[in-house]
């Protein structure tokens, strides 16, 4: 094997000492630290399994259209984040195009007394925000974020649903 130039020794030397501590404070993760510079400030944390129960008398007794948003930006989470159920349901073609390359939407209908264990198929650099749409046949807002879970529970009541960590 041919020996590299001074300056390249020096820079390799560079590349592995910095690996090595990143790899102590990031744990594997250090390897899209430095193939991708700005990878390293997005969260590492992402939703990978959701788990959605509905008792038997939840909404009613009707089906609960449920979509689980994950967002890419601060902006967007903000905008969205002051829009109800109601609205998202409503205008959910309309901002996903206004909103276009920052939404990915997973869409669930869950009907009473039942369970739905999903697992969240994880593509990409992990979303900046994650929110939840619950579209209940009243007027509550419906809406909770996720953020910074990795296993969470929705469990769908008469009025309204609670959200806790599996």
Not at 13 to 20: G, H, Q
Not at 120 to 140: C, E, K, M, R
Request: net charge negative; hydrophobic share 45%.
């Amino acid at each position: 094997m041919p020996l590299l130039p001074e300056r390249d020794r020096m820079l390799h030397t560079r590349r592995i000492l910095l690996c090595t501590l990143l790899g102590g404070l990031t744990g594997c993760s250090a390897g899209p630290l430095l193939s991708k510079g700005a990878a390293m400030f997005l969260p590492t944390k992402r939703l990978e399994r959701l788990i959605l129960v509905a008792a038997d008398d939840a909404n009613g007794r009707t089906p609960v259209a449920v979509d689980l948003v994950f967002v890419q930006d601060d902006e967007t989470a903000a905008a969205l984040a002051a829009t109800s159920a109601v609205e998202w349901f409503n205008a959910r073609p309309q901002l996903q195009q206004q909103y276009l390359g920052k939404l990915i939407v997973h869409s669930w209908e869950i009907v009473p007394n039942t369970r739905i264990d999903a697992p969240i198929p994880i593509d990409g650099a992990a979303p900046a925000h994650t929110l939840l749409f619950a579209l209940y046949g009243n007027a509550v807002k419906g809406r909770a974020s996720l953020d910074g879970m990795i296993r969470a529970r929705l469990d769908f009541q008469d009025s309204d649903f609670i959200v806790g960590a599996e």
